[in-house]
T-cell receptor, first 116, second 113 residues
Framework: GAVVSQHPSRVICKSGTSVKIECRSLDFQATTMFWYRQFPKQSLMLMATSNEGSKATYEQGVEKDKFLINHASLTLSTLTVTSAHPEDSSFYIC????????????FGPGTRLTVL | GDSVTQMEGPVTLSEEAFLTINCTYTATGYPSLFWYVQYPGEGLQLLLKATKADDKGSNKGFEATYRKETTSFHLEKGSVQVSDSAVYFCAGGVTGGGNKLTFGTGTQLKVEL
């Protein structure tokens, strides 16, 4: 139980284009989803927290107009990297919480974004 | 604010050796504590957790005890295997932070034959 998927697992795009990453909770309803960014050999940096049906809350220093987050249903959240640049290349990981999991987060497998 | 500190890696051990990865936390309250494991190229998997003082989390031979007096949550395993090679992250629930987690920097473990 508590499986989270991400799609795509890897994406390569040209500079200036937009990329959408999907995060799905497969066997539970996710009241809250989180988006993280991970740089090589470093820890996870929380980008934003999203609750179904409401606007995402972004962490300080994260551009909300560049990293668009939509949490349209209890099983799906999307992160769109707009006008991507090479410095946006990173490993993006989502996680989800159920209404009864307390502060336990269940993580997706991650998406490797490479911007050329 | 809340913070989690864990020992720097990489840690290299021989198979069947004893493992300890230290983790300490700083928080205004008593956060839930977690160990997550990340295998190469994958996302994080919850390894174990403890929600209050003196709780012991355990899974797959790994253990960690929530020590309020030393604000620690050290990860231990009596006999590691090559398949345990991964990066291990300690994390704490942020006090009053809306269920957000604060992560340590991760410790890479490499187990050799």
């Amino acid at each position: 139980g508590a499986v989270v998927s991400q799609h795509p697992s890897r994406v390569i795009c040209k500079s200036g284009t937009s990329v959408k990453i999907e995060c799905r909770s497969l066997d539970f309803q996710a009241t809250t989803m989180f988006w993280y960014r991970q740089f090589p050999k470093q820890s996870l940096m929380l980008m934003a927290t999203s609750n179904e049906g409401s606007k995402a809350t972004y962490e300080q220093g994260v551009e909300k107009d560049k990293f668009l987050i939509n949490h349209a249903s209890l099983t799906l959240s999307t992160l769109t990297v707009t006008s991507a640049h090479p410095e946006d290349s990173s490993f993006y990981i989502c996680s989800a919480q159920t209404g009864t999991s307390g502060d336990t987060q269940y993580f997706g497998p991650g998406t490797r974004l490479t911007v050329l | 604010g809340d913070s989690v500190t864990q020992m720097e890696g990489p840690v290299t051990l021989s198979e069947e050796a004893f493992l300890t990865i230290n983790c300490t936390y700083t928080a205004t309250g008593y956060p839930s504590l977690f160990w997550y494991v990340q295998y190469p190229g994958e996302g994080l998997q919850l390894l174990l957790k403890a929600t209050k003082a003196d709780d012991k989390g355990s899974n797959k031979g790994f253990e960690a005890t929530y020590r309020k007096e030393t604000t620690s949550f050290h990860l231990e395993k009596g006999s590691v295997q090559v398949s345990d090679s991964a990066v291990y992250f300690c994390a704490g629930g942020v006090t009053g932070g809306g269920n957000k987690l604060t992560f340590g920097t991760g410790t890479q473990l490499k187990v050799e034959l």
